[in-house]
């Protein structure tokens, strides 16, 4: 009886793996910790480092010179200290607010994770270890998985047989969808340049967004579609039959309208797969960056298929080469969207963005044609942060 | 129009953010590099280390003593050579076999991630990087996104009466699912003590499994549901209103047989949810470690749910001080379920694990009471290679 015991301890173990000295040691290393006060304390144990520093968006970004591109902000760095135990410590000097965070460690100047924490999100080809500053009442609050009912998340392949392959994307169901015999409204909510069909719900929070502002009662019940829009690829880094490849993007390939032109087909598998209400009045659209992009010129090439349209950071105008038909006759194509008289058109942007001229050039564009839109400005740039606010703002707005 | 192009440029830059050196810069760090005769090259710039390892389980294991344990094994360590540049690295002496491999670095002692691979997988409370050798022919090309049709994989919440909460499940659904109004087979996948619902299909690989085995005909079309077997979670560490707190496992409460009491939750709300084959004939259950002991307990606590039962790599006999009815009378309950004739009870084994002197005891129980098994045995011990061994060899045998 003894001996089954211990078999069984020694099985826990054994799963465990080298887990096992931080589940079941003495001193575990606790980093990141929360303070009730909101600061944070980082933590790791490297006795024989000689510096060990924190980088991340918790920090005050710096200025930093990159040839051909001029000034750039990239996140600050602070310095750990050691304590005789060779464990390295950093507390931030004031309460940090309510918000998800990324960060790394730098060990004599080497970038790693923080094996202390296993949270960890991969954008394009960088991975940083995650924390949430929580507040009741606060925006981040809606970033949290609550005592709420969840919808559903799949990944599913669709055939595009414009881009002449089968697909992946991810799609959330709201809480209730599988009990239910009703049709929903359908938000498509796509991602920037490098990123892919896994960016919004990772990054973005998006589930998260959405179970908690639909169990408030503030946002409709609606199916949210996230695809991906590198036309070049099948799926995700890791998750097509390229295996393991290093996270890369063709820019040549990125602007021949390719995606924008065939995103009917990712309509039409989401009109005949789920319980949609398949017209206008219950469609949205809504990207950030390039998936911005894509969402001003998919929405006026296909002026019948979205009445709320929503530009976060949004890159306005092609770049130089781009050839599709799908750029072509800007304008005239906006005043067919525009006659059409969508229910919302929401621009929002950053007052530091660097697209910031663009956008401003656009509303120029579209005010001078007297197309009405709805602007919302943040501070900060083109950062997660900016477009986790606009999809707590914008889903509110949609189908009421 | 120059500045135009710029900015997008630009833009792709900065959604890049950290990552632009290893997209853009000059001389990018490729680790781990598969080479053309399938040896691996493993390489890290840190020009001021002292000394970098690289330890995983693509290494020969070494013996280790534990206080209070006595011998264990774990991965070796190679040691990685610095170039001129301050680039550190490895050649294995051999090429690998076709297997999905787990690594981590060690600098000056330190372990760290791979920064030149974004490809990570959690098991409890360690990550690792990962990386596949691929081999047509082999079982590893089972592990590998193919171009095959592919399934899908959700994140469901089901009620769980039995445990007084909603609880997050992972779910497979073949190719076709969504485009058939057939009803499919279910297969119940459990995972072992401190996994959760990301294990199988994380580690297991089990969507290319199932995927590729079906692509070749060699296994039926058939839902597979991948619970969360730890009574006291919700959900997965991260996935739950717990927020990101460290993965840990609550050991006194695996002993009470509450997941395994609970079970008809779960095959109520798939049975009730999806198209299935809603009887014993088109229901197996199987599970890895702890799972392995669920499947045992699950299955002869109601005998007329399964009729294809796996045990890989099982724990068997309750653990002291277990308290609980389902674990009462195991023969007895065992005689009730081999009288309504299973079709398969597999059980599987590494030569190796710790479990296995237990495996013998139980197949001594089986044998003297006539009730009839299929037995399977590996090289190695408690494994992940070996349980997806055991999925490959396990699926082609079911709902024939």
Redesign the interface.
């Known amino acids: 009886?003894?001996k089954?015991?211990l078999?069984?301890?020694?099985?826990?173990?054994?799963?465990?793996?080298?887990?096992q000295q931080?589940?079941w040691g003495g001193s575990?290393i606790?980093s990141p910790e929360i303070n009730p006060d909101n600061t944070v304390t980082f933590r790791l144990f490297?006795?024989?480092?000689?510096k060990v520093q924190v980088t991340g968006d918790f920090l005050p970004m710096q200025k930093k010179q990159v040839p051909g591109?001029g000034e750039?902000e990239?996140p600050g760095v602070a310095d750990l200290t050691k304590d005789d135990n060779g464990v390295w410590s950093f507390t931030t000097p004031s309460p940090l607010s309510p918000e998800l965070y990324g960060y790394s460690f730098l060990?004599?100047?080497?970038?790693?994770?923080d094996?202390?924490?296993?949270?960890?999100i991969?954008?394009?080809?960088?991975?940083?270890n995650?924390?949430?500053i929580?507040g009741e009442g606060s925006r981040a609050h809606y970033y949290?998985?609550?005592?709420v009912?969840?919808g559903?998340?799949?990944?599913?392949?669709y055939d595009s047989p414009g881009l002449g392959k089968?697909r992946?994307m991810t799609i959330y169901t709201p809480?209730g969808y599988?009990?239910s015999k009703d049709s929903y409204p359908v938000f498509y909510l796509l991602h920037?340049?490098?990123?892919d069909e896994e960016a919004w719900i990772a990054l973005g929070r998006t589930a998260q967004i959405l179970d908690n502002l639909i169990a408030e009662g503030k946002a409709e019940p609606m199916i949210v579609v996230m695809t991906n829009g590198n036309a070049v690829q099948s799926?995700a880094?890791?998750?097509?039959?390229e295996?393991?490849t290093?996270?890369?993007?063709d820019?040549s390939r990125m602007?021949r309208g390719e995606f924008e032109a065939s995103f009917p087909d990712v309509v039409n598998y989401v009109d005949t797969?789920y319980r949609t209400k398949a017209d206008k009045h219950h469609r949205a659209i809504a990207g950030l960056?390039?998936g911005g992009f894509h969402s001003l010129h998919i929405s006026k090439q296909y002026p019948d298929l979205f009445d709320y349209i929503g530009l976060f950071s949004a890159?306005i105008?092609?770049?130089?080469?781009a050839q599709s038909s799908v750029y072509e006759d800007m304008t005239g194509k906006l005043r067919n969207q525009f006659e059409m008289k969508p229910e919302l058109y929401w621009i929002a942007i950053g007052d530091k963005d660097?697209?910031y001229e663009?956008n401003v050039k656009f509303r120029k564009l579209l005010d001078k044609n007297g197309f009405p839109y709805v602007y919302y400005e943040s501070p900060d740039g083109?950062i997660w942060k900016n477009w986790r606010i606009y999809l707590t703002e914008f889903v509110p707005m949609l189908f009421k």
Chains 1, 2 share one sequence.
Do not use: C, I
Not at 144 to 147: F, I, P, R
Not at 192 to 195: E, H, K, P, Q, R
Not at 237 to 241: C, K
């Open positions: 009886m003894k089954s015991s078999l069984f301890l020694f099985l826990l173990l054994w799963t465990v793996g080298n887990a931080a589940l575990q606790v490297a006795p024989n480092a000689k591109l750039v990239e060990v004599d100047g080497l970038k790693m994770m094996p202390s924490n296993v949270y960890m991969r954008d394009v080809a960088t991975v940083t995650v924390f949430l929580d949290k998985v609550n005592d009912p969840h559903s998340v799949s990944r599913v392949w089968k992946r809480p599988e009990d920037g340049a490098g990123g799926a880094p890791g998750e097509s039959a295996g393991f290093v996270p890369k993007m820019v602007n797969h960056s390039m890159a105008f092609p770049p130089q080469g660097f697209l663009d083109h």
